[in-house]
C-alpha cells in the first residue's frame, strides 16, 4: 500500500476514535446531568414528606470554600477607632480589651473581635443628600470593613443597620456590624470583625447540596424545631473559635425558614441552630 494512501487510512482511525471518545465524553456528561437533577428532586420530595417547602427559585451549587485558618490582627483598632472619633489616645494599659477615647467619643475592643464604639451626637452625622445606608457604608468603608447589609430596623427614632462581613467574597456569618443611628446622628458602632491574615487554607471534599438538605431535615426532627418553608439558602463561613488568636473559618450552609436560622456544617454535616 502506498504511504500516502497509508497515511489517509491512519487519519480516519484517529477521526474515528476521537468521534468515538467525543460521543462516550457527552454521554458521560448526559448521564451526569441527569443523576444530579434525578437527586436534587429526590431531596426535594424528602424535604416537602417532611412537611418543608423548598422556596427557592434556583436550586443552589455544590459549595466549595476551602478551610481557612486565618491569624488576628489587632494593631489596626486604634486606626479605625480614629477614623471615626478623631485623634485618640489609649486609656489603661490592657490588651485584653483596649479603651480609645476621642473627640468624638470612646471605642472598646476585645480579643474576640467584639467592640463598641460610643459616637458624641454629631461626630457622624447624615449629609443633605445621604440616606442610612449610603452614609453607614462610607463609615463601615472609613474603618477598613468589608460587608453587606442584611437587615434594617426602626423603632421610633432609632434606626439599626447590620452588615454582615465578607470574608474572599464569602459570607462570615459569625461577624456582623450593627449601626444605630438616632434620628440625623450615629451614635453606636458595635458587633464583631476579623482582622488578620490567612495561616492556612486546606481544600476539603465537602457534603453535596441534596445531602445538606437531607442533614437539615434531620437536625430539625431530632432537635424537635418547627419550620414549614426555607426562604434562603446560602452559602459562608462560620469562626470555629472566637477566643484565640488563630481562628478556623468552617464553610457551612445557612438556612433562613419562617421560624428561625440554621446553619449545617458543609465538612461534617454537624447542625445548629442560630445562637
Known amino acids: 500500500m502506498e504511504w500516502s494512501k497509508l497515511k489517509n487510512v491512519i487519519l480516519l482511525m484517529l477521526l474515528c476514535v476521537n468521534i468515538i471518545l467525543l460521543l462516550l465524553v457527552g454521554s458521560q456528561a448526559s448521564q451526569d446531568k441527569r443523576y444530579q437533577a434525578e437527586t436534587r428532586q429526590a431531596a426535594q420530595a424528602v424535604l416537602e414528606q417532611g412537611g418543608i ?79 442610612y445606608e449610603s452614609s453607614s457604608q462610607a463609615c463601615l468603608e472609613a474603618m477598613g470593613f468589608t460587608g453587606t447589609l442584611s437587615d434594617t430596623e426602626q423603632t421610633g427614632a432609632e434606626t439599626v443597620l447590620t452588615y454582615c462581613q465578607s470574608w474572599e467574597n464569602s459570607p462570615l ?9 438616632q434620628e440625623n446622628d450615629l451614635v453606636q458602632v458595635e458587633g464583631q470583625r476579623l482582622d488578620g491574615s490567612i495561616s492556612a487554607s486546606v481544600t476539603k471534599s465537602l457534603l453535596s447540596t441534596p445531602t445538606i438538605l437531607v442533614r437539615f431535615l434531620a437536625g430539625i426532627n431530632e432537635g424537635g424545631y418547627v419550620c414549614s418553608r426555607i426562604d434562603a439558602m446560602d452559602g459562608g463561613y462560620l469562626l470555629s473559635s472566637n477566643t484565640t488568636r488563630q481562628v478556623q473559618l468552617t464553610p457551612v450552609w445557612r438556612f433562613v425558614t419562617d421560624t428561625g436560622t440554621y446553619y449545617v456544617n458543609a465538612v461534617t454535616g454537624e447542625f445548629s441552630p442560630l445562637e
Request: charged fraction near 25%.
Open 173 to 181: 456569618f459569625s461577624c456582623t456590624i450593627r449601626l444605630h443611628w
Open 53 to 131: 417547602d423548598f422556596t427557592l427559585d434556583e436550586f443552589p451549587d455544590d459549595l466549595a470554600l476551602p478551610v481557612t485558618t486565618v491569624t488576628r490582627d489587632r494593631t489596626g483598632e486604634a486606626g479605625i477607632a480614629a477614623a471615626l472619633l478623631g485623634e485618640v489616645t489609649l486609656e489603661g494599659e490592657s490588651e485584653v480589651r483596649p479603651r480609645y477615647s476621642g473627640p468624638g467619643g470612646v471605642a472598646e475592643f476585645s480579643m474576640n473581635g467584639s467592640f463598641t464604639i460610643t459616637l458624641t451626637p454629631g461626630t457622624w452625622s447624615l449629609e443633605n443628600d445621604q440616606d
